[in-house]
């Protein structure tokens, strides 16, 4: 798809498959990332994307990695850019820096408030919400695809659902292209974000993100950090399989198989896998696709 933007692709009817990576603070997690980057790539993703670190603190190494993943694995790389410690200058010279350097579609948000806050704090010469960026880098590099973030359950500042779909319609009207979804492990939400997009006025493709629950405490840290619902089912089977490494992978990996099979039978443009640098759940859920016939790239 090297040629196509993510928009083009979806638009041809394909349903994109794409893995996120987050840039590695360790020696031992650089490693893990240069074997996980390397095995995911048999799997041929449509795209992968690469986090930007809090308050800007990975502005580098978010370059450096993405440039890595392109370049050690011929991935299409999507690079996220929060606003968050950022004057417009410093923003304009980052863009620049991925435009000079071939890239051709941004996840443009706004990041969370730093250290103990619970109120997001503006650069005094920066961006006080996505929107604002999202209007920034269509004005000033129009060539850039962008992405968004969605949260089918609310976005966690946001005092209701209809308040945060307005403000997701200005980063659309801003030129957002598509929607990434925060994880989630119910997919009714999902549907009826979609639907209230859609009613909203929101056109653009909505892709759900998912995360294989393999580990009861990090998806509760999850799902407390976003206010996403643990369902109770998942979470007492995750709960009486502790300790037991087999189990667990496979009561994830196959809660996730059926999410990823009811969200393409019912129309989602494709599937955007929280992959936490790891490679073997996201292999094994590989497997169970391949098995059951679903297929990406048809
Ligand atoms: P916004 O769209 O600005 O929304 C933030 C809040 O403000 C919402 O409650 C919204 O309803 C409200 N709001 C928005 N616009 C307006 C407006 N114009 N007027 C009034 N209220 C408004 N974080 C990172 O630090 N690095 C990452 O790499 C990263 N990647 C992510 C990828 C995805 C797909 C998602 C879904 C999230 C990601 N995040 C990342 C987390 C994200 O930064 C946080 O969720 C953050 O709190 C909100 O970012 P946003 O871009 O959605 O903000």
Redesign the pocket.
């Known amino acids: 798809m090297e040629s196509q933007t993510i928009i083009q692709y979806i638009a041809s009817g394909k349903k994109t498959f794409s893995l996120?990576f987050?840039p590695p603070k360790s020696e031992k997690a650089i490693q893990q990332l240069q074997a996980s980057s390397s095995e995911l790539s048999k799997l041929d993703p449509d795209f992968v994307?690469i986090?930007?670190?809090?308050g800007g603190s990975t502005r580098k190494s978010t370059f450096t990695y993405a440039e890595q993943l392109k370049a050690d694995h011929g991935y299409k790389v999507m690079p996220?850019l929060?606003c968050?410690g950022h004057s417009k200058n410093e923003l304009s010279e980052i863009i620049q820096q991925y435009q000079d350097a071939g890239f051709k579609t941004l996840?443009?948000?706004?990041?969370?408030?730093q250290g103990d806050s619970q109120t997001?704090t503006p650069h005094p010469d920066g961006f006080?919400?996505?929107?604002?960026l999202v209007a920034f880098i269509k004005s000033t590099f129009p060539n850039f695809e962008i992405?968004?973030?969605?949260?089918p359950e609310?976005?966690?500042?946001?005092p209701s659902q209809e308040?945060?779909i307005r403000?997701?319609k200005?980063?659309c009207d801003a030129g957002a292209d598509f929607i990434?979804?925060?994880l989630f492990y119910n997919n009714e939400h999902y549907f009826r974000f979609v639907d209230h997009c859609r009613s909203a006025n929101i056109d653009c493709p909505i892709i759900p993100?998912l995360m294989i629950p393999t580990n009861l405490e990090r998806v509760e840290r999850f799902c407390n950090f976003?206010q996403a619902e643990l369902p109770d089912s998942l979470k007492s089977a995750l709960a009486s399989a502790q300790g037991d490494a087999q189990a667990l992978q496979a009561i994830g990996v196959d809660w996730t198989f059926q999410q990823v099979k009811d969200l393409l039978e019912q129309g989602a443009p494709g599937i955007?896998l929280y992959i936490m640098n790891q490679s073997k759940f996201m292999l094994a859920l590989s497997e169970k696709l391949k098995e059951a016939d679903i297929n990406f790239h048809s």
């Open positions: 996120e987050f994307s986090t930007y670190g809090a996220h929060t968050v996840m443009a948000l706004r990041g969370d408030p997001f006080q919400y996505a929107n604002e992405g968004v973030g969605g949260y609310k976005h966690p500042e946001a308040s945060d403000n997701l200005k980063k990434t979804t925060q993100g976003c955007h």
